[in-house]
């Protein structure tokens, strides 16, 4: 009986984070925004499957070169949803994994405290074409912080 209770339990908390995936991080599908040093950082996200979302960063510079940053991909592993970059000429192009600590009013926080900057990625949907995200080493007001406006591109 205790099985059955605890295969309901993670059942239950697998539909949950399913759930949460498709209703509001698919907020982010779409293409995305931002200007920063003359530069035009863009963020495109699809949708892959039921328990992932695919995106992909690059940067438009003055000289119209495109550079890509990084690919990432939301997935739900283990009943768990992280955030997991790969980012260009950093940690040997090898995903780094950040586990969805908090979300609530349309912000989402990931971290992941054994890496070594940035400790912690934040999604804050301002609303439905705009996001306000950030990365920093885990400690609010920082100096540590870099902050991403990004607006959606219609």
Do not use: C
């Amino acid at each position: 009986m205790k099985y059955f209770v605890f295969f309901i339990l993670l059942t239950t908390s697998f539909a949950i984070q399913t759930r949460q995936l498709n209703n509001t991080l698919s907020q982010l599908q779409g293409k995305w925004q931002m200007y920063k040093n003359k530069n035009i950082i863009i963020e495109e996200w699809g949708k892959f499957s039921n328990t992932s979302i695919t995106g992909k960063s690059y940067r438009i510079q003055v000289s119209k070169d495109t550079v890509n940053l990084e690919t990432m991909q939301l997935k739900i592993v283990n009943g768990k949803t992280y955030f997991i970059p790969i980012t260009a000429n950093q940690t040997n192009e090898k995903p780094v994994m950040f586990q969805l600590t908090k979300s609530a009013n349309n912000k989402f926080e990931f971290v992941n405290l054994k890496h070594d900057y940035p400790k912690r990625i934040v999604y804050h949907f301002i609303n439905k074409d705009s996001i306000h995200a950030w990365i920093d080493d885990n400690h609010d007001n920082t100096e540590y912080r870099i902050d991403f406006y990004y607006s959606r591109v219609k």
